[in-house]
């Protein structure tokens, strides 16, 4: 991504195409990772989603609570 950016950074459409394929490649890691932990260690695997669940959970209702109390109120 990094060499396309340099090579065409005016090109948007090359650039987002490289950062969705590395979106791609990133989440098939992810995925890979994911399977060996399951293989080897399940409890743990677990335990590991559902806290990564949680804490998006949790970021995405901060994110939902401090943007309504900075909203100017509607009259």
């Not at 991504?1 to 890691?29: D, F, T, W, Y």
């Not at 959970?57 to 909203?71: I, K």
Request: glycine fraction near 2%; hydrophobic fraction near 35%; include cysteine.
């Amino acid at each position: 991504m990094h060499a396309v950016q340099r090579s065409e950074p005016g090109n948007r459409k090359v650039v987002a195409k490289a950062r969705r394929r590395v979106g791609r490649i990133n989440s098939s890691l992810e995925q890979q990772r994911l399977h060996h932990l399951f293989d080897t260690d399940e409890k743990v695997c677990v335990k590991s989603i559902l806290a990564t669940a949680r804490s998006k959970r949790e970021a995405d209702e901060a994110a939902a609570t401090s943007s309504a109390t900075t909203a100017p109120p509607l009259d």
